[in-house]
């Protein structure tokens, strides 16, 4: 019989997760393939969540058949941040998700640890906005990881920073990379989205509407 440990950390991904940023970066995206000749769509996109904005920008070009020098390639994903960074310069608390803000109040209520793992170099931006940093214990993002999703370093250094052993904590991921990186961290972890692209995660849920401090207990009992 596997032993299962007590939850005492809840490491979340950002985008799609906690906030709906996903939409901004799908803009950013697509103004930059236009500018570039060719369309972007929505469909395309799905393709990049979770991944760097390097390696975003790598699918992007392969979808328009370009090739481009690496000096280049940076001027354009610097263009792509700009766009993004303007976007989200202008998001407050109403841009949290359905069910987050309760949430997180439930699970500082008990005691358990929470951090912040996504690959946005623009999380701060973006906490700062929503007034979210208070809720967090840790926060690792782009600008602490060097290897991006489905690595598990930003989740290994999530439960390094709050000092909980990675068995002892759950992933909140909306992207299949996230939830590999999860499983590689030896951590469990719930997708926020679609069981046909999350089915991998211990449990999925629509939205975090759906989680309360009680069902992740009963999700991962202590036995």
């Keep these: 019989m596997t032993l ?3 939850i005492r950390a809840c490491l979340f991904d950002l985008d799609g997760v906690l906030v709906d940023t996903a939409k901004y970066h799908y803009l950013a995206w ?3 393939a236009e500018e570039l000749g060719f369309d972007f769509t929505e ?5 990049l969540k979770g991944v760097s904005r390097m390696a975003s920008l ?3 070009l392969g979808i328009g058949g370009l090739n481009l020098d690496e000096e280049t390639k940076l001027a354009l994903a610097e263009k792509k941040n700009a766009w993004y960074v303007d976007y989200i310069s202008r998001m407050d608390e109403s841009e949290i998700l359905p069910g987050a803000l309760a949430f997180l109040q439930e699970l500082k209520a008990e005691g358990i640890r929470i951090a912040l793992g996504s690959a946005s170099k623009n999380a701060m931006t973006i ?7 208070p809720y967090f214990d840790a926060i690792i993002d782009g600008t602490k990881t060097v290897s991006a999703k489905p690595d598990p370093e930003v989740f290994l250094l999530g439960a390094q920073e709050l000092k909980v052993d990675p068995a002892e904590c759950v992933v909140f991921e ?3 990379a996230g939830v590999e990186a999860a499983i590689r961290a030896g951590m469990r972890s719930i997708g926020v989205g679609s069981k046909a692209t999350l089915g991998r995660a211990d449990d999925v849920v629509s939205s975090l509407q759906e ?4 069902r992740l207990m009963e999700l991962f009992p202590a036995r």
């Design 4 to 6: 299962h440990t007590p």
């Design 30 to 32: 697509k103004r930059l």
């Design 43 to 47: 469909q395309d996109n799905e393709r």
């Design 58 to 60: 790598d699918i992007l």
């Design 127 to 133: 906490l700062n906005n929503t007034h979210m940093v």
């Design 174 to 176: 909306d992207a299949e």
């Design 211 to 214: 989680m309360s401090a009680s």
